[in-house]
C-alpha cells in the first residue's frame, strides 16, 4: 500500500500555515527586490512541490532501512511549518532567514539520503531543492533592503 | 544506530516554535479554568514529552515496516509546531482548539501504530496522549469562556 496519501495530508499542516499566516500589508510594504515573484504563484509552486515531496517519500517509504531517510523528510516538513508562522506571523525577517537556511539544509541532507534509497524519488527532490535556494536568496534580500523592518 | 537524536532534534522544532509564540498579555487577561497550570509547567512537560516520542519513535525506527508508523509521528509534531503559532501568534482560540483537537486523533492514531509494532514504544506515548486530552479540554474551557478574545 502506498503511502502517497499520508504524506500528502503531513503536508497539508505547511499548507495551512500558509494559509493562517498569509502576507498582508506588512508584506506588500517591504523594499523587494525585482526578481520576487508575484504572491499567487507561491501557492502553484508550494502545491506541485507537495506532490513531489510526498510521491518521493511514499518511494522510500517501500524501502528498507528507511527511517533516517524518512526522519530527514520529518525534520524538513516541520521546520517549513514554522518558517511561515515566524516570517508572516512574527514579521521576523532576521530568524526568517535562519530557520529557511535550516530548512535548505534538512532538505538537501533529505535529498542525499533519498538518492541513496531511491535515484528518482531523490530527484523528485530537486524541484525542491531548487526552490529552496531561491527562497533563502529572497529571504536575505528583503532582510538587506529592510534593515528597520524587523517586528514592525 | 539509534535515531534518537535525529527524533530529539525534530522535537526541537516545534519547541522553537514554542519559544517564539510565548504566552504574553493576551494570554495572561484571558478567563481561565482554575485548573490551568501555572505557565513555567509546560515547557517542563513538554521536555519530557519530547524525550518519550523520541525513545518511542526511535524503538519502532528499528522495526521493519515502520513507515505508516513513524509517517504518523511527523504528522503529529507538525501539527505540534502550528498549534503554538495559532494560538499564542494569531490568537485564534476556536482554530487552535480544532488544530489540537486533530492533534490529538494523530497522536491516538500514532500510540495505536507504535503499540502494534512495540508495546514499550506504544506505552511511551501515554503520557503524551494523557497531556493531549488535558491540553484539549483546556483549549476549549479557554474558548467557551473568552468568547469576545478571538482575534483580539
Known amino acids: ?40 504563484l507561491f501557492p502553484v509552486i508550494w502545491a506541485v512541490l507537495y506532490v513531489l515531496m510526498s510521491l518521493a517519500a511514499s518511494r522510500v517509504a517501500a524501502q528498507p532501512d528507511n527511517a533516517f531517510a524518512l526522519g530527514l523528510w520529518s525534520l524538513q516538513i516541520a521546520i517549513s511549518t514554522l518558517w511561515s508562522a515566524v516570517f508572516f506571523g512574527l514579521h521576523r525577517i532576521r530568524t526568517g532567514a535562519f530557520i529557511i537556511a535550516v530548512l535548505w539544509a534538512a532538505v538537501l541532507a533529505t535529498t542525499l539520503a533519498f538518492l541513496a534509497h531511491d535515484s528518482i524519488a531523490g530527484l523528485m527532490l530537486g524541484p525542491y531543492l531548487a526552490w529552496g535556494t531561491f527562497a533563502l536568496a529572497l529571504n536575505i534580500s528583503v532582510m538587506r533592503r529592510n534593515p528597520q523592518a524587523e517586528m514592525a
Request: proline fraction near 15%; include cysteine; charge should be positive.
Open 1 to 40: 500500500m502506498t503511502l502517497f496519501p499520508l504524506y500528502l495530508a503531513i503536508c497539508a499542516v505547511p499548507a495551512t500555515a500558509g494559509l493562517l499566516f498569509k502576507p498582508g500589508a506588512w508584506y506588500r510594504d517591504l523594499d523587494k527586490p525585482a526578481w520576487t515573484p508575484p504572491d499567487r
